[in-house]
Nanobody, 121 residues
Framework: QVQLVESGGGLVQPGGSLSLSCVVS????????LGWYRQASGKQRELVAT???????NYAESVKGRFTLSRGNGGDTATLLMNTLKPEDTGVYYC???????????????WGQGTQVTVSS
């Protein structure tokens, strides 16, 4: 199985910064995409940013230029640096990975437990 353990988050004023970290325990699985989604109250979960195993990143338009995703430790950590935060960035942030067992082709989705980010004055 793949376990995703998140840390970071909290309360920050508009214009401030926060960092989220996700550590992957993958028991032999091969992780392809690793990154973050978020869900605001009453809304659907949406992509924030993901990075492939070769480091290619994909960002939501709403966070481009403000958020930076980096993947480290051999691809087993994902750090999201969030700058110039806005109230609309408020939500529960979930670490996400898709991974497969060795010698198989089927990828499965895995999620962390979520961490709250609140941007408010």
């Amino acid at each position: 199985q793949v376990q995703l353990v998140e840390s970071g988050g909290g309360l920050v004023q508009p214009g401030g910064s926060l960092s989220l970290s996700c550590v992957v325990s993958r028991s032999g699985f091969r992780v392809r995409n690793l990154g973050w989604y978020r869900q605001a109250s009453g809304k659907q979960r949406e992509l924030v940013a993901t990075a492939t195993s070769d480091g290619t990143t994909n960002y939501a338009e709403s966070v481009k230029g403000r958020f930076t995703l980096s993947r480290g430790n051999g691809g087993d950590t994902a750090t999201l640096l969030m700058n110039t935060l806005k109230p609309e960035d408020t939500g529960v942030y979930y670490c996400y990975a898709d991974a497969r067992r060795p010698f198989t082709s089927e990828y499965r989705d895995f999620w962390g437990q979520g961490t709250q980010v609140t941007v408010s004055s």
